[in-house]
Nanobody, 119 residues
Framework: QVQLVESGGGLVQAGGSLRLSCTAS????????MAWYRQPPGKQRELVAV???????TYASFVKGRFTITRDNAKNTMYLQMNSLKPEDTAVYYC?????????????WGQGTQVTVSS
C-alpha cells in the first residue's frame, strides 16, 4: 500500500525553472533508489536522474548540468530542480521508487506531472 504523488509541473517559458516533488505515502519503513523519468509526446519513457538512499545522484547526459536531483528521507520525498528549461524538456515527468519487500525489491510509479516549456 505505497503511493507516489508528483507535483510542481506546469507551463514555463524557455530558460525558466521548475521544481518537481515526489512524495511517497503508505506503509513505508525505508526507500531505496528513487528516480525521475520523463515521456515526451509521441516518444518512449526515458530516465532523467536517479538518486540512492544516501543521496548519490546519476544524471542522463542531456541534463548538461541544468537539473539537480535531491531527496529528504525524513519526508519520503524526492525533488528535481530544473533550470534553463528548453522546449525539448516538455514531457510528462514520472516518479519511480524502489522499496524493500520480502527480502527483495518492489517498484512503484507515480501518475506523472506535465511539464510544458514554450519557446
Amino acid at each position: 500500500q505505497v503511493q507516489l504523488v508528483e507535483s510542481g509541473g506546469g507551463l514555463v517559458q524557455a530558460g525558466g525553472s521548475l521544481r518537481l516533488s515526489c512524495t511517497a505515502s503508505g506503509t513505508i519503513f525505508s526507500i531505496n533508489n528513487m528516480a525521475w523519468y520523463r515521456q515526451p509526446p509521441g516518444k518512449q519513457r526515458e530516465l532523467v536522474a536517479v538518486i540512492t538512499r544516501s543521496g548519490v545522484p546519476t544524471y542522463a547526459s542531456f541534463v548538461k548540468g541544468r537539473f539537480t536531483i535531491t531527496r529528504d528521507n525524513a519526508k519520503n520525498t524526492m525533488y528535481l530542480q530544473m533550470n534553463s528549461l528548453k522546449p525539448e524538456d516538455t514531457a510528462v515527468y514520472y516518479c519511480n521508487a524502489n522499496l524493500p519487500y520480502a527480502g527483495s525489491t518492489e517498484n512503484y510509479w507515480g501518475q506523472g506531472t506535465q511539464v510544458t516549456v514554450s519557446s
